[in-house]
């Protein structure tokens, strides 16, 4: 069975950093193109990264370049998001998610729970 | 950026009855990359829906997809009472990946 178990969330003041993992299990980690995808309260979904099953390549919306950077360890099956510079509107439950498809367009058939991140002071 | 709009925003429906969800883009698709996701209060998203058409596994037969272009539906053909939930569907043509603002099917 798929599982992906989300770890980090937590709450920060605006300006801070903060790094998300997550854990997989149940498949072949390292085969599989891995995503980050948020959703603010109340609100809908947001696609934030993804990263290709070996590492080398990475994709992120305009909106979260340059503050926030997949990464992954395939031999700790796991995935992380490092967030800086976290605003308000970063508020959101982060979830992992894993990607099937072609390069760098992908649909997302296994999800974690999430974890959630509040930025407020 | 492909931009995705969802419609009805709220569709309210009996146990039993059909429901149509559209998602229409901003721009054609040459394919059918477009998927639908379930997601119910205080759980993480279920994909439903890939290639427009073809149902996930475990997903039941009462849904079903179609559409090609701009205009894709999610159908569901009688509702049970585990459907009321909000639905989203997502475009993966190219990059950013995006998706629609989401349709919530309630009890009527």
């Known amino acids: 069975e798929v599982q992906l178990v989300e770890s980090g969330g937590g709450l920060v003041s605006p300006g801070g950093s903060l790094r998300l993992s997550c854990e997989a299990s149940g498949f072949i980690f390292s085969t599989y193109t891995m995503n980050w995808v948020r959703q603010a309260p109340g609100k809908g979904l947001e696609w934030l990264a993804s990263i290709s099953s070996g590492g080398l390549n990475a994709d992120n919306p305009d909106s979260a370049r340059g503050r926030f950077a997949i990464s992954r360890d395939n031999a700790r099956n796991s995935l992380y998001l490092e967030m800086n510079s976290l605003r308000d509107d970063d508020t959101a439950v982060y979830y992992c998610?894993?990607?099937?498809?072609?390069?760098?367009?992908?649909?997302?058939?296994?999800w974690g729970q999430g974890t959630q991140v509040t930025v407020s002071s | 950026e492909i931009v995705l709009t969802q419609f009805p925003g709220t569709l309210s429906l009996s146990p039993g009855e059909r429901a149509t969800l559209s998602c229409r883009a901003s721009?054609?698709?040459?394919?059918?990359?477009l998927a639908w996701y379930q997601q119910k209060p205080g759980q993480a998203p279920r994909l439903l829906i890939y290639?427009?058409?073809n149902r996930a596994t475990g997903i039941p037969d009462r849904f079903s997809g179609s559409g090609s272009g701009t205009d894709f539906t999610l159908t569901i053909s009688r509702l049970e009472p585990e459907d009321f939930a909000v639905y989203y569907c997502?475009?993966?043509?190219?990059?950013?990946?995006?998706f629609g603002g989401g349709t919530k099917v309630e009890i009527k």
């Open positions: 998610a894993r990607g099937i498809g072609d390069y760098l367009v992908y649909y997302f058939d296994s």
């Open positions: 997502q475009q993966y043509v190219s990059s950013p990946l995006t």
């Open positions: 290639d427009a058409s």
């Open positions: 721009q054609s698709f040459s394919g059918s990359s």
